[in-house]
């Protein structure tokens, strides 16, 4: 990943890694032992006890013929959920090529005079999934067994999830702009923004911060009926969360959900937590999903241009930045 902040004359980039991993077996060794006992391989693995109530569609293809040189329930439907990933990450690696790397870049639509940019800062989303903490200090990734998207008393945060945000409003103020006369816009118009995720219920965007998610962090009261406390990454005023959930008796089930969310007149969002959990329970996350992406970003990074000392009087917002402008302005 290549972030990039663009400006007249020239730009600059602060280079970080991004992996697309992909588990391949290559016929090549399947013919190094006879079909039989290929199979019967096979069978013994797919008749454990642990997998009793387990179905199998199995098919091996030779990269040579392109024919299939084993299959077990080949014409079986079955749903094919993480694994389809496999399906996408082999795609790109053959479109796209491992060294790929995504750009990020901030554009202005006007002039900067003694620090004031007169127009708009606009950040193009370039589709990259990792404008988070998951990048870790030696340019790897960062996974947890169970991802902080899904929520949970096993899910975990990965560092600052605001990092690669903070970095792009370093560079804007590195760029010498100490205040901006028009608007933070986010330029998403790479594809439509709106379809949520079925597994975490996140909204799919070109722009992904954070995973498009707010970490909240609840543990129970010090009491029975007592509030639960939460903490909340990363902390903005995109969203409030009004605290309804209370503390419930040791050995009642945990029970935490929103049930209600409202739009404030300003555009900020209020999403109500309620449900219980557990007295002496520990901590678990229960994200929510931000419903605009654009929204969401727009608010985070005007607050990081913020807190580098960048001035920005007008509210955020999102649509689509004036092209013509940024033309203008920007010289390769």
Same mark, same amino acid.
């Given at each position: 990943?290549?972030?990039?902040?663009?400006?007249?004359?020239?730009?600059?980039?602060?280079?970080?890694?991004?992996? +697309?991993?992909?588990?391949? &077996?290559?016929?090549?060794? #399947?013919?190094? =032992?006879? /079909?039989?006992?290929?199979?019967? *391989?096979?069978?013994?693995?797919?008749?454990?006890?642990?997998?009793?109530?387990?179905?199998?569609?199995?098919?091996?293809?030779?990269?040579?013929?392109?024919?299939?040189?084993?299959?077990?329930?080949?014409?079986?439907?079955?749903?094919?959920?993480?694994?389809?990933?496999?399906?996408?990450?082999?795609?790109?690696?053959?479109?796209?090529?491992?060294?790929?790397?995504?750009?990020?870049?901030?554009?202005?639509?006007?002039?900067?005079?003694?620090?004031?940019?007169?127009?708009?800062?606009?950040?193009?989303?370039?589709?990259?999934?990792?404008?988070?903490?998951?990048?870790?200090?030696?340019?790897?990734?960062?996974?947890?067994?169970?991802?902080?998207?899904?929520?949970?008393?096993?899910?975990?945060? +990965?560092?600052?999830?605001? &990092?690669?945000?903070?970095? #792009?409003?370093? =560079?804007? /103020?590195?760029?010498?702009?100490? *205040?901006?006369?028009?608007?933070?816009?986010?330029?998403?118009?790479?594809?439509?923004?709106?379809?949520?995720?079925?597994?975490?219920?996140?909204?799919?965007?070109?722009?992904?911060?954070?995973?498009?998610?707010?970490?909240?962090?609840?543990?129970?009261?010090?009491?029975?009926?007592?509030?639960?406390?939460?903490?909340?990454?990363?902390?903005?005023?995109?969203?409030?969360?009004?605290?309804?959930?209370?503390?419930?008796?040791?050995?009642?089930?945990?029970?935490?959900?929103?049930?209600?969310?409202?739009?404030?007149?300003?555009?900020?969002?209020?999403?109500?937590?309620?449900?219980?959990?557990?007295?002496?329970?520990?901590?678990?996350?229960?994200?929510?999903?931000?419903?605009?992406?654009?929204?969401?970003?727009?608010?985070?990074?005007?607050?990081?241009?913020?807190?580098?000392?960048?001035?920005?009087?007008?509210?955020?917002?999102?649509?689509?930045?004036?092209?013509?402008?940024?033309?203008?302005?920007?010289?390769?």
């Amino acid at each position: 990943m290549k972030l990039e902040v663009m400006g007249m004359g020239k730009h600059f980039r602060a280079v970080t890694a991004q992996s +697309l991993f992909m588990v391949c &077996l290559a016929a090549s060794s #399947l013919f190094s =032992q006879t /079909a039989t006992n290929f199979e019967q *391989r096979i069978q013994t693995i797919v008749s454990r006890p642990e997998f009793a109530h387990s179905t199998f569609g199995i098919e091996f293809y030779s990269l040579d013929t392109g024919k299939p040189i084993y299959q077990l329930n080949p014409d079986k439907l079955l749903v094919p959920g993480s694994t389809t990933k496999l399906l996408t990450e082999g795609i790109l690696l053959e479109l796209l090529g491992a060294d790929y790397r995504f750009h990020t870049r901030v554009y202005r639509t006007g002039s900067v005079k003694k620090g004031t940019l007169d127009g708009d800062l606009v950040l193009v989303a370039s589709g990259d999934p990792n404008l988070s903490g998951r990048i870790q200090p030696d340019g790897s990734l960062g996974y947890e067994n169970m991802d902080h998207s899904y929520g949970g008393p096993d899910s975990r945060g +990965l560092g600052d999830p605001l &990092l690669v945000i903070k970095q #792009l409003a370093q =560079q804007v /103020a590195d760029k010498g702009i100490k *205040r901006v006369k028009g608007r933070v816009i986010i330029d998403a118009r790479l594809f439509p923004e709106g379809e949520r995720e079925l597994g975490t219920n996140v909204v799919l965007s070109p722009i992904v911060v954070n995973d498009n998610v707010v970490d909240v962090i609840v543990g129970p009261g010090a009491t029975e009926g007592a509030p639960v406390q939460l903490q909340i990454s990363p902390k903005t005023s995109y969203v409030q969360v009004a605290n309804e959930a209370k503390t419930g008796k040791a050995d009642s089930k945990r029970d935490l959900n929103y049930t209600g969310e409202k739009v404030n007149p300003d555009g900020t969002r209020t999403a109500t937590l309620g449900g219980t959990l557990p007295l002496g329970k520990g901590s678990e996350m229960v994200s929510y999903p931000v419903p605009e992406p654009t929204q969401f970003a727009a608010t985070v990074f005007t607050e990081a241009l913020r807190e580098k000392g960048v001035d920005i009087k007008l509210r955020v917002v999102g649509g689509a930045p004036d092209s013509k402008a940024i033309a203008a302005s920007y010289k390769p």
